[in-house]
Nanobody, 122 residues
Framework: QVQLVESGGGLVQAGGSLRLSCAAS????????MGWFRQAPGKEREFVAA????????YYADSVKGRFTISRDNAKNTVYLQMNSLKPEDTAVYYC???????????????WGQGTQVTVSS
C-alpha cells in the first residue's frame, strides 16, 4: 500500500505561483514514476507532469511545459510541483499519483492522493 498526501493548493491571481507537495509513505516502488494530474469541473482528469525516483527524467504536458517544474526529495519521499505563471485555465483539483508497474507514464498509476484545489483568478 502507498499513501499519498497533497498540500499547497490555494487561491492565486493569474501570473502568480504555487508549490504543491506530495508526501508519500508505505511501500514505494522506486522503479516507477510519480505523477501529478488535474481535473477541472466538467472535464476529465489530465496528466500534468511525472518524475522517477531515480535519475533525472521528467515529463510534462504541453500545456504546462516551461511554467511548471516537477521535482523530488528522496530523503523525504516527497514530490513537488512548482507552478509559475499560473493561468485561470490551470484552475483544477490537483492529484498526486504513484505507479507500481510498467506502463504509460501519462496514465498508468495505481495510488492517488485526495487532491488539493488550485484556483487561479483573472
Amino acid at each position: 500500500q502507498v499513501q499519498l498526501v497533497e498540500s499547497g493548493g490555494g487561491l492565486v491571481q493569474a501570473g502568480g505561483s504555487l508549490r504543491l507537495s506530495c508526501a508519500a509513505s508505505g511501500r514505494l516502488f522506486t522503479s516507477y514514476p510519480m505523477g501529478w494530474f488535474r481535473q477541472a469541473p466538467g472535464k476529465e482528469r489530465e496528466f500534468v507532469a511525472a518524475i522517477r525516483w531515480i535519475g533525472d527524467s521528467t515529463y510534462y504536458a504541453d500545456s504546462v511545459k516551461g511554467r511548471f517544474t516537477i521535482s523530488r526529495d528522496n530523503a523525504k519521499n516527497t514530490v513537488y510541483l512548482q507552478m509559475n505563471s499560473l493561468k485561470p485555465e490551470d484552475t483544477a483539483v490537483y492529484y498526486c499519483a504513484a505507479s507500481t508497474r510498467p506502463g504509460s507514464i501519462t496514465s498508468d498509476y495505481d495510488y492517488w492522493g485526495q487532491g488539493t484545489q488550485v484556483t487561479v483568478s483573472s
